[in-house]
């Protein structure tokens, strides 16, 4: 017996989902719908990757001064060892603040819809959970000192503790004088806020 049409296809919850509500009735839709949404995902995603891949080209540049380490993780680019702290202290020193100055200033001109978390770490003296405050702490002052100094919006910046994780040490195992390299913030761009973006320039031109 032959098919009623080949103009629908029926597919799973999940790629109904993933194809836009707007398509889906009662878990089917059109071919050529679903693949004009699967286009779109792709060509998004690419667009990403291609933004992903030119802030590390800038980040390389604007921080070839400063002994930063700047690399792509899970589609996000990670900027390491941007500042130290003390041993058991959480005060951000002014050496840094050039570094975060910088930083603001290149997340405010070419990313302003990216999302930072600056993530604070800890040495491994001390109890694990002093070395989460500890951390959390320090990922606080930077988070701070970015909004109020460097201008970038407070609701796009947050702070996270990994403490003393032991995967994340630079010196694994040093404390006091030798553990510098694990008292410290890393800052996390992730630039999915471009999206946002683009809504926001399609508004202010009217289309």
């Not at 070839?64 to 899970?74: E, F, K, T």
């Not at 589609?75 to 910088?102: C, E, N, W, Y």
Request: glycine share 8%; aromatic share 8%.
């Amino acid at each position: 017996m032959k098919h009623a049409s080949h103009k629908w296809a029926w597919l799973p919850v999940g790629l109904v989902v993933l194809a836009a509500a707007g398509c889906a009735d009662k878990g089917y839709v059109k071919q050529a719908d679903y693949d004009s949404r699967i286009g779109q995902i792709e060509l998004r995603l690419q667009n990403q990757e291609n933004r992903t891949n030119q802030m590390e080209q800038d980040m390389q540049q604007k921080f070839a001064r400063y002994d930063a380490s700047i690399r792509q993780v899970a589609g996000r680019i990670q900027v390491d060892t941007m500042s130290h702290f003390a041993f058991d202290d959480a005060t951000l020193q002014d050496q840094d603040k050039p570094a975060l100055d910088d930083f603001a200033k290149v997340i405010q001109h070419y990313h302003p819809y990216a999302l930072v978390t600056v993530e604070g770490f800890a040495d491994p003296a001390g109890s694990h959970g002093y070395n989460q405050r500890l951390g959390q702490k320090r990922a606080e002052a930077v988070r701070d000192y970015l909004v109020s100094s460097g201008g970038l919006t407070a609701d796009k910046v947050r702070a996270v503790s990994y403490g003393e994780a032991r995967d994340r040490q630079g010196a694994p195992g040093k404390t006091r004088d030798e553990g510098m390299e694990n008292r410290r913030v890393t800052l996390v761009v992730d630039l999915s806020g471009h999206d946002e973006e683009q809504r926001a320039t399609a508004a202010s031109d009217g289309t």
